[in-house]
């Protein structure tokens, strides 16, 4: 009886873990994309607010970059892709459409990839390459 207690216990805290690290998978993937999501809404604070200590003055030039279009998010969505140096590498598809009056220039998201940090106890956006 004690072993299957034991048994069920640890298979218990395995799945946890499971969870728990997939969980914080799809989370960097979240935060790219709500920081993405924030850029198209003109969400300054919101931008800071999901990116790294390192990374919160340049969401502000990110967002300064944008500040004489239009822009929005189109078909937005990304993934974890891997991980480099400490980094959870996060790839996105869609893209972000800036519209400058007569011209519209679309800005592919798959040709950057993200990085992601677990920073303060939340996947917070930390640039990109």
Known sequence: MRIQIQFFFTLTLIGVFVISACSQQRDAA????????????????????LSCADWEAQARTDLEAFSAVTIALEDASCAVSGEEGGNTLVSCTGKIIANYGNEILEIDLSERTYLAVFEAGEWRMCGYR
């Open 30 to 49: 979240g935060s790219v994309l709500a920081y993405l999501e924030a850029l198209a809404s003109r969400e300054a604070d919101t931008m800071v607010s």
